[in-house]
């Protein structure tokens, strides 16, 4: 497994895209590419309800 | 309001069981061809003749279709007349694009666009030269953002351009 990287090392454009980021994605094919992003919406998404949900248990 | 299952796979199945004539546009496109944003929807562009749309509709029905997410509805040709129609389904939100800011309107970006098999099936999705002039007309951030992503990938892509 590769050494994580210090923030500093990670190369962003003068844009501040991530080019890092970009690389990696461009390594998978268009289907993962996809796959991936579901599961990162899946996930983002199971954690706003459960955010809601709680918030909702402490309102009196 | 149902949750958004985002399933990208169950869309392009059944566009293609009825043969729509489209092209994938929009964020998942632009993930498509390696972009990192987080999109949580579907935009689609079609061809407007009415046997498309027809097409279309039968397509999205299979989905079962809310209106802003809340309203069953069943759509039929005419359901996307609009400059952009939205609807929720199983799949996820689906947005139909139809003011098309690009060379040659749909027809320009169907000849344009990259041809692939995406979970066993044909599709079409937007070039990254189409997908910028449609994020460019925006002054939305997030649209904005899209753009400085598709000039880093086409750079690597496309070192020379």
């Given at each position: 497994m590769k050494a994580a990287r210090h923030p500093a090392e990670i190369d962003y454009d003068e844009n501040g895209v991530d080019l890092d980021k970009l690389r990696y994605n461009l390594s998978l094919t268009p289907e993962q590419r996809i796959v991936r992003m579901q599961e990162s919406i899946r996930s983002m998404m199971e954690f706003k309800h459960e955010a809601e949900r709680a918030r909702s248990k402490e309102t009196p | 309001m149902k949750?958004?299952?985002?399933?990208?796979?169950?869309?392009?199945?059944?566009?293609?069981?009825?043969?729509?004539?489209?092209?994938?546009?929009?964020?998942?496109?632009?993930?498509?061809?390696?972009?990192?944003?987080?999109?949580?929807?579907?935009d689609l562009a079609l061809a407007l003749d009415e046997?498309?749309?027809a097409k279309a509709a039968r397509a999205l029905n299979l989905l079962h279709p809310l209106l802003r997410g809340v309203v069953p509805v069943e759509l039929?040709?005419?359901?996307?007349?609009?400059?952009?129609?939205?609807?929720?389904?199983?799949?996820?939100?689906?947005?139909?694009?139809?003011?098309?800011?690009?060379?040659?309107?749909?027809?320009?970006?169907?000849?344009?666009?990259?041809?692939?098999?995406?979970?066993?099936?044909?599709?079409?999705?937007?070039?990254?030269?189409?997908?910028?002039?449609?994020?460019?007309?925006?002054?939305?951030?997030?649209?904005?953002e899209h753009v400085r992503e598709i000039d880093a990938i086409i750079r690597m892509v496309s070192p020379e351009e």
């Open positions: - | 949750p958004s299952a985002l399933d990208l796979k169950k869309l392009l199945e059944a566009l293609s069981k009825e043969e729509v004539d489209y092209v994938l546009v929009g964020g998942m496109a632009l993930v498509v061809h390696g972009g990192d944003l987080a999109t949580t929807d579907f046997h498309n749309t039929d040709s005419k359901a996307f007349a609009g400059e952009f129609v939205g609807f929720l389904t199983d799949a996820g939100a689906v947005d139909v694009i139809n003011r098309l800011s690009v060379d040659g309107g749909y027809q320009g970006l169907r000849e344009r666009a990259v041809r692939m098999k995406l979970f066993g099936l044909e599709i079409q999705v937007a070039s990254l030269t189409d997908l910028r002039s449609l994020k460019s007309r925006s002054s939305r951030s997030k649209d904005l």
